[in-house]
């Protein structure tokens, strides 16, 4: 710590004991209304090694940061940050583009001829991946998991267009489980945008940023683990990719979306209408995704809301925020355009009246910091490379009935370097737009979704 700063230190310290007097719990678990995160600078920047743990146990997948050490071929294709975050507002744009379009269209204005054929959102830059094994004998597949689309798709043989990521595409010559959907079958004429040819059915997925993804509907065996499969698995079998990137590092999704074709539905007869996951604090350390009722670690739930503009999308109450322990000055109404919960946005989005309010509090309690330059999207950055300690006030998600989530501290900050670690929220450019609870700030939470009974459950502690 610089001695400059040290009598401001202790003043921190003092203010820190003060505020957080009517808590005296321990860092780690269910820390409801502490006031500050006690953190040593060090700890904030991710390490080069990978300490993952191996997920045992039924349908539990490993769940990796896709651009860090736990990534089974690491590349010199890198990413940066601020593409990230260009990726994640694409993403974060098209689903608001995609809930106003449907919006429009249920009030009697003709649907948009670009909205996009499956659910909008974007492919983004999703993050975390999963492995998953596809057909007889089994290949394995790093892909992206979304709750913001409902398809799942990998890239197939015979390629028309094909990127390069690690694993070579899908080839459904060499699988004994492999068919073809028919055109007339229910599954092909209840996708949003299908086609027929050979009398085969042919998916197409446009994202808002014209990256698709077409070739024909499969069926195949999922291996969930290596013990369960999933048969006749419906997914788009990819054979024309474009505007992927090899850096994308994945071959391809898997839709955890509420509709239709989503996995979910798929699984729910089988499993019930039930998954959960936990995404790591940091890309050192690999989290899990569990589909179905099985092992769903214990939680506090809030309602699944569904609206039908958007059906596909997990909305949740939000109604207020605390920072430090204390609820902000925030009108209930702020939120009322509505919150989605998803996977695949990496930085929280809020209406901007909220974001302020946050924002101001959280510069409030920082101001003993330095600032330093925005990142991207990101506007209340300090460089916190003079100090081997620092305080972060905590925050908190409140949502109508009553149930908090407490976002841990490696969510609170996006550190690209200790020189510049940003606030990891985001306000949207108007409150009509819906609110995203991104992946950053539900770091090793378990979060499970109930879909059957309509609630969303998180519990403390899901993953390192
Ligand atoms: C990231 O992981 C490393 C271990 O690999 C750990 O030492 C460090 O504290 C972690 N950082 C955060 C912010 O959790
Ligand atoms: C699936 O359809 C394609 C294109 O019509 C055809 O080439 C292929 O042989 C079919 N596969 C099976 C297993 O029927
Ligand atoms: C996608 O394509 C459309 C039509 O060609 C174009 O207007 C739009 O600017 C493109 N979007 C991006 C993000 O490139
Ligand atoms: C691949 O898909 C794009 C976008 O839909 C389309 O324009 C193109 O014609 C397709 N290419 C082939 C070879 O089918
Ligand atoms: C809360 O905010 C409203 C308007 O945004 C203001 O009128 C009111 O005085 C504030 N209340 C407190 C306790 O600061």
Sequence with gaps: MASSSSLLHCCVLVLACLLSSHS?????????????????VKSLLPSSVCSSAKEKGFNRLTIIHRHGPCTPQPTNKKITDAQILRKDQDRVDSMHYYVKSAKKATIGESLSVSLPAQHGSSYGTGNYVVKIGMGTPRKDFSVVF??????????????????????P?????????????????????????????????????????????????????????????????????GTNNSGFSDSDMTD???????????????????????FSYCLPSNSSF???LSIGTNSVPKASFTSMVRKTDSPSFYYINLIALKVGGKLLNISSTVFSAGTVIDSGTVITRLPPTAYVKLRDAFQQYM??????????????????????????????????????????????????????????????????????????????????????????????????
Excluded at 24 to 40: C, F, M, P, T, Y
């Design 286 to 288: 690999t989290g899990y």
């Design 252 to 274: 391809g999704l898997i839709g955890l979306g509420r509709d239709r074709v989503s996995l979910i539905s798929q699984a729910s007869s089988k499993y019930g209408a039930m």
């Design 169 to 237: 595409p899908f080839d459904p010559t060499l699988s004994s489980t492999y068919s073809n959907v028919s055109c007339s079958s229910k599954d092909c004429t209840r996708l949003e945008k299908s086609f027929c040819s050979n009398r085969q059915c042919q998916y197409e997925v446009r994202y808002l940023d014209n990256s698709t993804t077409n070739g024909l509907l499969a069926r195949d065996t999922l291996t969930l683990s290596p013990t369960d499969r999933l048969l006749n698995f419906i997914f788009g079998c």
């Design 24 to 40: 005296s719990q321990a860092l780690g678990g269910n820390n409801r209304d502490k006031a500050w995160h006690i953190v040593e």
């Design 367 to 464: 101001e003993m910091y330095p600032r330093a330059p925005n990142l991207d999207i990101l506007d209340t950055c300090y460089d916190l490379s003079k100090y081997r300690e620092m305080y972060v006030p905590a925050i908190a998600f409140v949502f109508s009935d009553g149930t908090t989530l407490d976002v841990v501290f490696s969510g609170i900050l996006y550190v690209p370097q200790e020189s510049q670690a940003c606030l990891a929220f985001a306000g949207n450019s108007d409150d009509s737009d819906i609110g995203i609870i991104g992946n950053m700030q539900q770091k090793t939470v378990n979060v499970i979704y109930d879909i059957a009974n309509h609630k969303i459950g998180f519990s403390y502690g899901g993953c390192k």
């Design 146 to 167: 979304d709750t913001g689309s409902d398809l799942s798709w990998i890239q197939c043989k015979p390629c028309k267009a094909c990127y390069n990521p690690t694993d």
